[in-house]
C-alpha cells in the first residue's frame, strides 16, 4: 500500500472531510507531494511497508525537519503539509509563491535566430547535459526541504533556478548569456548555501545544486561578481 493509497482509506473509513492534492497516481504530475516521516516525498510512489522499514534519510535541518508531533518510528508514518509554503487545509499547500518564481525566470525557449527548415540539431553529449533539468514536475519537494527558502521568501528557489539553467545552457536559445543574467542577483543563483537537499528528495533525480553552482561559475568567468544584499 502506498501513503496515498492509505489516505484515502483514512478518508474512506474515519474522516470524508481529510484534504490532500493527487491526480495521476504515477509519480509523474508532483500533486501528492507531502512530508512524509519529516522528509519530501510523492505520496503515490511512496510505499507505507518502505518507510516504516527505511533509515530516516539524512538532511541538512529544515522548516518543519524538527518541529510537529513524534512519532514512533518503524511502528507509524508521520504525515504533514509541505513546509515552506502555506497551508489551506489539512495536507493541501498555497503553491502561489513557487509557480510564482518558476514563472518569473520565464521558463520558455527563447531561439535566438529564425527556426531551421525542418529541425533542431543537437549533438548528444549536449542532450545529456541538458535531460536532467527537462525532468523537474513542479511538486516543490526541493522548496520543502531547502534551509534557505525556509529563511528568506525571496529566494527564487532550487526548482526555479534549476529551470533557469536548463534554457541557459540550450544550444537553441540566444547563446548571449542574458539567461544566466535573470538570476544574477542576491536572491537568485547567489542566495545558494549548497545543502543539497533538493537534490537529496527530487523524485525525479534532478541536481539544481549542479545547475546553481555551474551558473555561479559561468557568471564569475565573466566578470560578474555576487550581488550586495
Not at 531561439?111 to 549533438?123: K, L, T, V
Not at 525525479?204 to 545544486?209: F, H, I, K, L
Amino acid at each position: 500500500m502506498t501513503v496515498l493509497a492509505a489516505l484515502f482509506s483514512v478518508q474512506d473509513r474515519f474522516d470524508d472531510s481529510l484534504s490532500f492534492r493527487y491526480s495521476c497516481r504515477g509519480a509523474v504530475c508532483g500533486s501528492c507531494a507531502m512530508l512524509i516521516n519529516k522528509v519530501p516525498r510523492l505520496a503515490c510512489r511512496t510505499q507505507v511497508k518502505a518507510v516504516l522499514e527505511a533509515e530516516q534519510m539524512e538532511l541538512r535541518p529544515f522548516a518543519g525537519s524538527a518541529e510537529g508531533v513524534t512519532w514512533e518510528q518503524g511502528e507509524e508514518v508521520l504525515v504533514e503539509p509541505l513546509p515552506n509554503l502555506p497551508k489551506l487545509k489539512d495536507l493541501v499547500v498555497d503553491m502561489s509563491r513557487f509557480f510564482e518564481y518558476f514563472q518569473k525566470v520565464e521558463p520558455v525557449l527563447k531561439p535566438g535566430e529564425e527556426p531551421p527548415e525542418h529541425e533542431y540539431a543537437m549533438q548528444p553529449q549536449a542532450v545529456t547535459e541538458l535531460e536532467p533539468y527537462t525532468n523537474c514536475i513542479l511538486c516543490a519537494s526541493c522548496l520543502a526541504a531547502c534551509p534557505v527558502s525556509g529563511r528568506n521568501q525571496a529566494f527564487l528557489g532550487p526548482a526555479a533556478l534549476a529551470k533557469l539553467y536548463r534554457f541557459a545552457i540550450d544550444l537553441r536559445e540566444s547563446g548571449d548569456g542574458s539567461r544566466l543574467l535573470q538570476a544574477n542577483t542576491a536572491q537568485g543563483w547567489w542566495a545558494c548555501e549548497f545543502h543539497t537537499n533538493c537534490r537529496a528528495v527530487c523524485p525525479r533525480g534532478v541536481p539544481p545544486n549542479i545547475a546553481i553552482g555551474k551558473a555561479r561559475a559561468e557568471l564569475q568567468k565573466s566578470g560578474r561578481k555576487a550581488p550586495e544584499v
